[in-house]
């Protein structure tokens, strides 16, 4: 079996396709109020009646747990809200300073290929961070994306970005999150992703004082890169 980084070239649409409508919310937005206007978007996608999206958001601090997630990796429930979603993926927090990009894309204009397209998501983060001169790592044996910490000691490594997907009738929703300037104790009362003895960094934990909006143009030229154009709607 190809390993994801094998996998990773690009994943664009079939020739014809209109153009991904790349949205940015203005204030941050409720987590549930974001799996129900996902889900509402993802339906009409599929039945032929809105455009693919990228949407970024920020949300308040918070908790959610992906299908996979273990009880016993919520350490502090009584910190910030949980909530249980239908994604793939374990504990994760979500917050101020992370840039949240929920990707509701029709892979059957692509490639219906879950693998495919986790490893291009991955090289859609490792490209951006390239653009700031980060090198982001995939490990096999974990979803998401890693840096190397030699500061902090041999073989130590820290999660920058995470990724945790659905898909109904081929349509992708939910997504990645990078960290941009998170509060990084908030990760301190769950075991993220379910991995242990790992870190976890961002761009200005980093040395990169970088704003939203600056992250936010790599993204949109990077996920053009992989995925194909993208269109503000107006």
């Known amino acids: 079996m190809k390993t994801r980084e094998a996998l990773a070239v690009s994943f664009l649409p079939e020739a014809g396709s209109p153009p991904v409508e790349w949205v940015i919310a203005e204030a941050p937005v409720g987590y549930e109020a974001a799996v129900a206007e996902m889900e509402t978007r993802a339906a009409l996608i599929a039945d032929g009646l809105a455009a693919e999206r990228v949407w970024l958001v920020e949300h308040p601090a918070l908790y959610t747990a992906g299908t996979s997630a273990k009880d016993e990796d919520l350490l ?3 910190r910030f809200p949980v909530h249980r979603t239908g994604r793939g993926g374990q504990f994760t927090y979500h917050g101020p300073g992370q ?4 990707v509701m894309l029709d892979l059957k204009r692509r490639e219906p290929d879950l693998r495919r397209f986790v490893a291009a998501l991955e090289a859609w983060l490792i490209g951006t961070l390239d653009q700031f001169n980060i090198r982001g790592e995939r490990r096999e044996e974990r979803v998401g994306v890693w840096v190397r910490r030699p500061e902090k000691g041999a073989g130590v490594e820290d999660k920058i970005a995470a990724l945790g997907i659905r898909v109904r009738r081929w349509v992708s929703f939910h997504g990645i999150s990078l960290n941009v300037e998170p509060e990084l104790s908030h990760f ?3 075991v993220p992703c379910g991995i242990a ?3 976890v960094t961002s761009l200005v934990d980093l040395g990169l004082p ?3 909006p600056e992250v936010d143009s790599v993204l949109r030229a990077q996920f053009e890169q ?5 269109v503000v709607p107006g």
Do not use: K, N, Q, S
Request: glycine letters at 20%.
């Open 197 to 199: 003895g790992h870190g």
């Open 76 to 78: 502090t429930p009584e």
């Open 188 to 190: 301190d009362g769950i």
């Open 210 to 212: 970088l704003t939203m």
């Open 226 to 230: 992989v995925f194909g154009t993208t």
């Open 99 to 102: 840039r949240v990009a929920y």
